[in-house]
């Protein structure tokens, strides 16, 4: 199995055990389940550092986008504590 495949594999799995886990646990706020799939997704990402350049750089620009969205989510939360 190519590397690729089983990055995409494995952050898959991931999230999909992340979701079964936080629904049995009784999650309903989507800002925690969007915060934990972007924490997944960066640290599965920083153990497959070793993929090929190409691929690195494609998913360094998803990096940078879900690390913009959990700026957002983390901004949301801080506004409400605030207000």
């Known amino acids: 199995m190519k590397i690729f495949n089983r990055y995409i594999l494995t952050v898959a799995l991931a999230l999909l055990l992340t979701t079964v886990a936080l629904a049995a646990a009784g999650q309903s706020a989507l800002d925690i389940y969007f915060t934990i799939f972007i924490i997944e997704a960066l640290v599965i990402t ?35 504590i605030l207000t």
């Open 46 to 80: 920083e153990l497959y550092v070793h993929i090929n350049s190409k691929a690195r750089r494609g998913l360094s620009y998803v990096s940078l986008l879900l690390c913009g969205g959990f700026a957002a989510v983390l901004c949301i939360q801080v506004v409400k």
